[in-house]
């Protein structure tokens, strides 16, 4: 052989598995037209891997002149079906190949398959008459672990032959002509044995398929779907490629349909050859791959939702379902792919789909009549997927629990550390919630999140007053206007308590905005028209009584009370001013915030349905 066989190995199987020695040796012995093929599988211990040995065993017609002078050269195929490699895929997990084959009724060759192997190696004597056939025995296990034991588990091995070879198996039973393939393994004492039959494959169902482009020769596909017990839901869905089949995903694992087993084979003469060299990958390109699978997938979720009404029922379930959380990708979704790819497979798409149209609008020097029809819908979507993220937030908030500590609440609301400026505000929709108070918020000037007194007095006073003042407010708005405008604005002060915390624990936020106040009212009347105060906590039942003691209780969907505050913020002469104090249980806020979302997003559910 005049190719270096270590290089290669190296070229051609650097990416390989112990399962694909079974494979090629089975699609060699299939080759050979062997109908009786065994392999027997040996292995003193899992943690003893050099202790590996494979035998396998056919009744083809064996290494006849013709056949060895092919195994001897790499790449000496008859056909496109033929890639003339497979044999290499041994040596990258043996390191000795012994081949004992008996042909011609009275010729047996004998040579032994390893990096050093050449042509004139074999040894061909005559022996008695008897019928063909070839035994591989595979030894030195070279690698220091079997990577997974489902390599060398009958019961795997007989699945994996069956998947590969459906398309030569179903042909063999439609021919009348029965292939056994018998796998045993002896494994740390322990037997196991599988046979799989031509003659146990179920009778496949043959349709046409038109393409609808002309990129393929004839199609057909090949299919049958038969009932079972859950425990042995089945699907195979494939490429028949040189009589053997490439697994195309045509349905997704989470939704197989249990209680069926269901084959789906998909062949034309232009798959011949349409693999790589290891044949592990199709050697398509991706528009062909992606034609075929969308075609491929349509016409098995044809045949299933006739075949099997209540899968239709289910899939028209699931897309209400994703209709209902994300109504800003309606029409961006392909009914094809509900239900048969993977549900993140479908958002994703039409997440795609969503961003290219909006690139391709922004991309656009000046809008035709249709691109500003179009960029009207696309403003309404983008507007639905920030109230959808509203309504993330709103969830997330009502799973906390009293295991969050105060700051998983603070980020929720405005992220700790930050402050933002109303100018920026359309890069920070997804950073800072403060429409979770009130929506009115969103227009803020600036927001102060966990940043100290100073600041926000600075940017009070339009940078006047630059005394130092390292107290922290959990949020601080200024909201209605900017201060530099010489006109009175407003302002918003919120402390914020973590669920679980004691009656007295709680209280301690009037204290915190009393103190805010004195440090703000001097410039009430000034600079500032209005200041709101807010507390916002965990109200139980103990701090509900007290509270109902001396405040009073507002309008909300949960518990909301209110009191005047008397606060002095001068000594001498004693000034004293009153300020509004409200007291906001946690779920309150939530569940405010969410009735103002849901009504949003119902109208913009029913416009986008309607459409």
Request: net charge negative.
């Amino acid at each position: 052989m005049k190719v270096k066989l270590s290089q290669a190995v190296k070229m051609f199987f650097s990416s390989s598995s112990l399962e694909m020695v079974f494979l090629e040796a089975v699609a060699n012995s299939l080759d050979a037209k062997a109908t009786q093929i065994t392999i027997d599988i040996d292995l003193k211990a899992f943690g003893q891997p050099e202790t590996l040995t494979v035998t396998v065993t056919d009744n083809g017609e064996g290494f006849t002149d013709a056949r060895y002078a092919k195994f001897s050269k790499l790449f000496d195929v008859d056909d496109g079906k033929h890639k003339g490699l497979g044999r290499l895929v041994y040596l990258c997990y043996f390191e000795k190949v012994h081949v004992e084959s008996f042909y011609e009724g009275t010729k047996c060759r004998r040579f032994a398959f390893d990096e050093q192997f050449e042509e004139d190696a074999a040894n061909v004597t005559k022996v008695p008459p008897r019928n063909s056939g070839t035994t591989l025995s595979m030894s030195g296990y070279p690698l220091s672990k079997i990577a997974k034991q489902d390599y060398v588990n009958p019961v795997t091995l007989k699945s994996r032959l069956l998947h590969e070879f459906y398309p030569l198996l179903n042909k063999a039973k439609e021919q009348k002509k029965e292939v056994t393939i018998t796998i045993r393994s002896v494994i740390e004492n322990h037997e196991t044995d599988r046979e799989l039959h031509s003659s146990e494959l179920p009778d496949l169902i043959s349709i046409p398929v038109d393409s609808p482009v002309d990129l393929f020769d004839k199609l057909t596909l090949l299919y049958s779907i038969k009932e079972v017990d859950p425990s042995d839901t089945s699907l195979i869905s494939a490429i028949a490629v040189d009589n053997r089949s490439k697994p195309l995903e045509v349905i997704a694992k989470e939704n197989h349909p249990i209680g069926y087993d269901m084959v789906f084979l998909l062949v034309s003469d232009w798959f011949n050859g349409k693999v790589d060299f290891s044949r592990q990958n199709l050697d398509l390109s991706d528009s062909e791959l992606k034609t075929i699978e969308q075609l491929f997938r349509k016409e098995v979720a044809k045949i299933i939702e006739e075949k099997l009404p209540e899968i239709k029922e289910r899939n028209t379930a699931t897309k209400q379902s994703i209709i209902d959380n994300y109504p800003h990708l309606i029409g961006y979704m392909k009914d094809a792919d509900v239900g048969y790819t993977s549900r993140r497979d479908v958002l994703k798409k039409a997440q795609e789909g969503f961003f290219r149209d909006q690139r391709e609008l922004l991309d656009a020097g000046s809008l035709t009549e249709e691109q500003y029809d179009k960029a009207m819908d696309m403003s309404a979507r983008a507007l639905t997927e920030y109230v959808l993220f509203r309504q993330l937030t709103i969830d997330k908030l009502q799973k906390t629990s009293a295991a969050d500590r105060e700051e998983v609440l603070h980020n929720y609301i405005s992220r700790m550390g930050t402050t933002f400026n109303g100018a920026d505000s359309a890069k920070e929709l997804y950073h800072n919630n403060v429409w979770l108070l009130d929506d009115k918020y969103m227009t803020y000037e600036t927001v102060f999140s966990n940043k100290e007194m100073g600041e926000l007095v600075k940017k009070i006073t339009d940078g006047e007053d630059n005394e130092r003042d390292n107290d922290l407010p959990d949020i601080a708005l200024v909201f209605s206007r900017a201060p530099d405008a010489g006109v009175p604005f407003d302002v918003v002060i919120v402390e914020l308590k973590r669920r679980g915390l004691t009656l007295e624990e709680n209280m301690k936020v009037v204290t915190q905005l009393e103190k805010r106040a004195r440090k703000l009212m001097k410039y009430y009347n000034n600079r500032i028209q209005r200041i709101w105060y807010y507390g916002i906590v965990d109200i139980d039942e103990e701090l509900e009584l007290h509270l109902r003691g001396e405040y009073q209780e507002l309008y909300s969907v949960g518990k909301m009370f209110h009191k005047p505050v008397n606060v002095a913020i001068q000594k001498d002469p004693l000034i004293v001013v009153p300020i509004g104090v409200f007291i906001w249980d946690i779920d309150a806020v939530v569940s405010d915030a969410e009735a103002r979302n849901k009504a949003f997003l119902n109208l913009i559910k029913s416009k986008f349905t309607e459409e």
